[in-house]
């Protein structure tokens, strides 16, 4: 499915105003975990499946990496990544992730953000990404906690108050896609288990580094109370593999 909401003109000013948006990295709640799993960037040839505004990409080149690549579907977004985070060293290219192509041991680290989720055969994009990387690379990604995506609705469970009570989960074990609401407009995503993941990438052919379900950081919660509610389930989940 190559769904391209971000082009949108309503939607993607409903993403502008979000908080990683304006902020960048510091901006997004999974920050503080996620860059304690990315590899060493010096030097390496860096992939960004998903880039968006280009943070990521930034940040490879801020911290030594030879050279990355930003992909994306959205003419918004790379325009954006374009006019915000373009120091040399980034080559942003418009693509649907279903149609990325590339010669074998091609990159050292392949990255993506809260994108895999938008993706309907994640083995097709870990086979792909193990093929590109070279011997011993790393792909780091974020996605969507099966927690949060398996019900669909991606809401809580209020009580006559309008106090939230939970979150809801159900047809966990029902790997589709899902029709949900975000920014105001109909988006799909594709639910899948938590073991799909991790099995997915060992039959592909890597080794699991670490696996994360991040909790906002403290001075986050200081800064921003409504932040509470993340501790209450996970929303996303990070994954580090080696080849």
């Given amino acids: 499915m190559k769904e ?31 860059k304690t799993m990315l590899p ?47 120091p040399e060293g980034i080559q942003y290219e418009r693509k649907a992730l279903e149609d990325v192509t590339y010669p074998e041991h091609t990159f050292d680290i392949v990255l993506s953000s809260l994108t895999l989720h938008y993706i309907e055969s994640f083995a097709s994009v870990a086979q792909n990404v193990h093929q590109w990387l070279v011997p ?32 809801p989960v159900d047809r966990y074990f029902i790997e ?24 997915t990438l060992i039959r592909c052919g890597f080794t699991i580094k670490e696996i994360i379900e991040p909790e906002p950081g403290p001075e986050m919660l200081k800064e921003y109370p409504e932040m509470k509610d993340e501790l209450r389930r996970p929303m996303m989940l990070l994954i580090s593999v080696q080849k």
């Fill in 136 to 167: 011993g690379g790393y792909f780091v990604f974020s996605v969507e906690h099966p927690v949060f995506t398996a019900e669909g609705s991606q809401d809580w469970i209020y009580d006559k108050d309008g106090e939230k009570t939970c979150w």
């Fill in 176 to 199: 589709e896609k899902r029709n949900t609401t975000f920014l105001g407009e109909n988006v799909i995503k594709y639910h899948r288990t938590l073991t799909s993941y991790l099995n």
């Fill in 4 to 34: 391209n909401k971000y082009d949108n003109p309503s939607f993607f000013d409903q993403y502008e105003k979000m908080l990683r948006s304006q902020l960048g990295l510091e901006g997004a709640g999974e920050w503080h975990a996620l």
């Fill in 40 to 86: 060493d960037f010096k030097d390496k040839k860096v992939l960004d499946l998903g880039c968006g505004f280009g943070w990521h990409c930034r940040y490879t080149i801020e911290n030594g990496a030879q050279s990355v690549i930003g992909i994306d579907l959205s003419e918004k977004m790379l325009a954006k990544a374009k006019e915000i985070n373009n």
